[in-house]
């Protein structure tokens, strides 16, 4: 078999799938105290507005518009490995100068826009070959084991990660916190060294950057295999809507939780703690969840859930505030990480090898690339409006990602369907 394991051989022993596993640990853990400390760099540090700060999350989010589609087809052309090992290294690069920065009291606004949008171009490849790689390094009917296993390491980073990212920013600075990232991305990309899988065959026709099929007809090709799949279209409708919606909130919230309520980062930090437990809970149980429910039934509960969730942000009284967000919190991770495991499982095996990258990326291009308009949105409205208004449009609106996976290809879905064939 091409595998480095055999179909019997347990995930836990599978040790390409334990080093990628560990490196996604790390770097998410890292990743959670800069997603803390960037913004309040932005907020305490460069006392920018509110549309600044709602502006700097879409800037680090317009890659995904940008290169998307390009990194789907350039990653189909290359190992995945050395991929994503040089998004590590870079990203390592581009945060570590935050802190040096700082230290030289030459820290800009435009220095941080040039970092969230280097980083967000890395993460563009980074995401595209971390997705399609793994079905390279587990057994098909292992990818929602894998996934729910990641999904644990993320979700304990992001129980973690806020707390430590309080603590750190309390103790040394916003600024000299963003060091934790840097250094999380280098352990990774060692850790990814380490994976040794014989992925596909590359296609002779796609080697290289040049072939005898131009990029933007491989471009063409992925896109064409979403919007043309059933369940990827309704899929990516519903997860591009939420992530519009839901990056309006996060643009506002971290303003109106330090500027209007008053609270220190360390409250901050608790607050997204507390709530991580519902991420966490959920990739625990995914597996039992989606056999008890069935596979489509998780996908539209499991968005119902989260949307409804971002909806008891915007209702939440100023008494009690913050029991309201650390519940609101931990329903948005739970029910979004029973969807994000389902639909992710879904996709990764009904999807034909030499088209993973270019369906992942395509999939991120459209469901990714709403959210820098969402940052933008939410930035203006705050400003507009009022932060605590717009919070409350972002919940109603978000609940218009619920139809999508209410279509009767998705919901009638009992387990994941056989690899249907492509030309």
Same mark, same amino acid.
């Given at each position: 078999?091409s595998?480095?394991?055999k179909?019997?051989?347990?995930?836990?022993?599978n040790?390409?799938?334990?080093?990628?596993?560990?490196?996604?640990?790390?770097?998410?853990?890292g990743?959670?105290v800069?997603?803390?400390?960037?913004?309040?760099?932005?907020?305490?540090?460069?006392?920018?507005?509110?549309?600044?700060?709602?502006?700097?999350?879409?800037?680090e989010?317009?890659?995904?518009?940008?290169?998307?589609?390009?990194?789907?087809?350039?990653?189909?052309?290359l190992?995945?490995?050395?991929?994503?090992?040089?998004?590590?290294?870079?990203?390592?690069?581009?945060?570590?100068?935050?802190p040096?920065?700082?230290?030289?009291?030459?820290?800009?606004?435009a220095?941080?826009?040039?970092?969230?949008?280097?980083t967000?171009?890395?993460?563009?490849?980074?995401d595209?070959?971390?997705?399609?790689?793994?079905?390279?390094?587990?057994?098909?009917?292992?990818?929602?084991?894998?996934?729910?296993r990641l999904e644990?390491?993320?979700?304990? @980073? /992001? =129980? &973690?990660?806020?707390?430590? +990212?309080?603590?750190?920013? #309390?103790?040394?600075? %916003?600024?000299?916190?963003v060091?934790?990232?840097?250094?999380?991305?280098?352990?990774?990309?060692?850790?990814?060294?380490g994976?040794?899988?014989?992925?596909p065959?590359?296609?002779?026709?796609?080697?290289?950057?040049?072939?005898?099929?131009?990029?933007?007809?491989?471009?063409r090709?992925?896109?064409?295999?979403?919007?043309?799949?059933?369940?990827?279209?309704?899929?990516?409708?519903?997860?591009?809507?939420?992530?519009?919606?839901?990056?309006?909130?996060?643009?506002?919230f971290?303003?109106y939780?330090?500027?209007?309520?008053?609270?220190?980062?360390?409250?901050?930090?608790?607050?997204?703690?507390?709530?991580?437990?519902?991420?966490?809970?959920?990739?625990?149980?995914?597996?039992?969840i989606?056999?008890?429910l069935?596979l489509?039934?998780?996908?539209?509960?499991?968005?119902?859930? @989260? /949307? =409804? &969730?971002?909806?008891?942000? +915007?209702?939440?009284?100023? #008494?009690?505030?913050? %029991?309201?967000?650390?519940?609101a919190?931990l329903l948005?991770?739970?029910?979004?990480?029973?969807?994000?495991?389902?639909?992710?499982?879904?996709?990764?095996?009904?999807?034909?090898?030499?088209?993973?990258?270019?369906?992942?990326?395509?999939?991120?291009?459209?469901?990714?690339?709403?959210?820098?308009?969402?940052?933008?949105?939410?930035?203006?409205l705050?400003?507009?409006?009022?932060?605590?208004?717009?919070?409350?449009?972002?919940?109603?609106g978000?609940?218009?990602?619920?139809?999508?996976?209410?279509?009767?290809?998705?919901?009638?879905?009992?387990?994941i369907?056989e690899?249907?064939?492509?030309?």
């Amino acid at each position: 078999m091409s595998k480095a394991q055999k179909p019997s051989s347990p995930l836990r022993r599978n040790s390409n799938f334990a080093h990628l596993w560990w490196a996604e640990s790390i770097s998410q853990l890292g990743s959670q105290v800069s997603l803390l400390a960037l913004p309040l760099v932005a907020i305490t540090v460069l006392h920018a507005s509110t549309f600044a700060v709602g502006a700097l999350t879409a800037v680090e989010f317009a890659p995904f518009v940008l290169f998307g589609l390009p990194a789907g087809a350039i990653v189909d052309r290359l190992p995945r490995r050395p991929v994503l090992m040089f998004a590590d290294l870079g990203r390592a690069v581009a945060l570590a100068s935050v802190p040096l920065a700082y230290a030289l009291d030459v820290l800009s606004y435009a220095q941080l826009l040039v970092v969230v949008f280097t980083t967000g171009s890395l993460t563009v490849f980074f995401d595209v070959a971390y997705q399609s790689i793994l079905p390279a390094l587990v057994e098909r009917d292992q990818i929602v084991d894998g996934n729910a296993r990641l999904e644990v390491s993320r979700s304990s @980073a /992001q =129980l &973690a990660g806020p707390a430590v +990212g309080g603590l750190l920013v #309390q103790a040394i600075g %916003a600024a000299s916190a963003v060091t934790a990232d840097a250094i999380s991305f280098v352990g990774s990309a060692l850790l990814i060294r380490g994976i040794h899988a014989d992925e596909p065959p590359i296609d002779p026709r796609e080697a290289g950057m040049s072939g005898l099929r131009s990029l933007g007809r491989e471009i063409r090709e992925g896109l064409h295999y979403v919007l043309g799949h059933r369940v990827l279209r309704m899929v990516a409708g519903s997860t591009a809507t939420s992530n519009f919606f839901s990056s309006m909130t996060t643009a506002v919230f971290l303003l109106y939780a330090v500027r209007e309520r008053h609270y220190s980062a360390g409250l901050v930090g608790a607050v997204f703690a507390i709530g991580n437990v519902g991420p966490l809970v959920a990739a625990v149980t995914s597996a039992r969840i989606t056999r008890v429910l069935k596979l489509g039934r998780a996908i539209w509960l499991g968005m119902l859930i @989260a /949307q =409804l &969730a971002t909806l008891l942000l +915007g209702v939440a009284p100023t #008494q009690h505030a913050f %029991a309201y967000f650390t519940v609101a919190w931990l329903l948005f991770g739970f029910g979004g990480t029973v969807y994000n495991i389902s639909q992710v499982s879904l996709r990764q095996a009904i999807t034909p090898r030499r088209l993973q990258g270019r369906m992942n990326a395509s999939m991120r291009f459209m469901i990714w690339g709403t959210m820098p308009f969402g940052s933008l949105a939410g930035g203006a409205l705050g400003t507009w409006i009022g932060l605590r208004p717009t919070l409350l449009v972002a919940g109603i609106g978000g609940m218009a990602a619920v139809p999508w996976v209410l279509a009767r290809s998705v919901r009638e879905l009992r387990e994941i369907p056989e690899l249907e064939p492509i030309d």
